[in-house]
């Protein structure tokens, strides 16, 4: 977890980059990431344009800074989880607008050598929680999580529908261990 900033000034500069990594997650989702420009996500934070330039030095950066939090916040939940039935709830409780936003911004890296590593640290994670729930076919449960949030994007998902899934994916039967 990050140190708390003692500064009054750098926190205050932590919290509205912040701002303008949400307010761009929230223009991806409306928009695409076409859409993201200095004054749409500037208009979205409900601040004023040089207040964009002056955390990121290009949109791309913004664009890039953004993917990389994203990627942050779900590596660090996916840590978290224990069981495939925290798995369940976790997936099932996403946010769909949040969601197809963060796919935007996944589908944005795939395309982009320099952004391979983000790829490659969310593969990387997946096949850590395998590996740690012990599932019998850990391939394929971290590739049914993948398809699980893409069908979450797509429409509201309930936690048992999830967890059957998961279940299946990961290959244990009702009644055997980890869910």
Do not use: C, K
Request: charged residues 25%; glycine residues 8%.
């Amino acid at each position: 977890m990050a140190e708390p900033i003692a500064d009054g000034r750098r926190r205050r500069g932590a919290t509205r980059r912040r701002e303008l990594l949400d307010a761009t997650l929230r223009v991806i989702a409306r928009d695409g990431p076409a859409g993201v420009s200095q004054r749409r996500v500037a208009d979205e934070a409900g601040v004023p344009p040089s207040a964009v330039l002056y955390h990121f030095a290009s949109v791309d950066d913004l664009l890039v800074s953004t993917l990389v939090e994203v990627n942050d916040r779900y590596v660090a939940e996916l840590e978290a989880v224990t069981t495939l039935t925290g798995l369940a709830a976790v997936i099932a409780a996403s946010d769909r607008s949040t969601l197809i936003a963060e796919y935007d911004l996944f589908l944005l890296a795939a395309r982009r050598a320099d952004l391979r590593g983000e790829v490659d640290r969310w593969r990387t994670t997946l096949a850590g929680l395998a590996a740690r729930l012990g599932a019998p076919r850990p391939a394929l449960l971290a590739a049914a999580v993948d398809g699980l949030w893409l069908q979450a994007a797509l429409a509201e998902l309930d936690e048992a529908t999830v967890l059957g899934v998961l279940r299946d994916a990961a290959g244990w039967r009702q009644g055997e261990s980890n869910p």
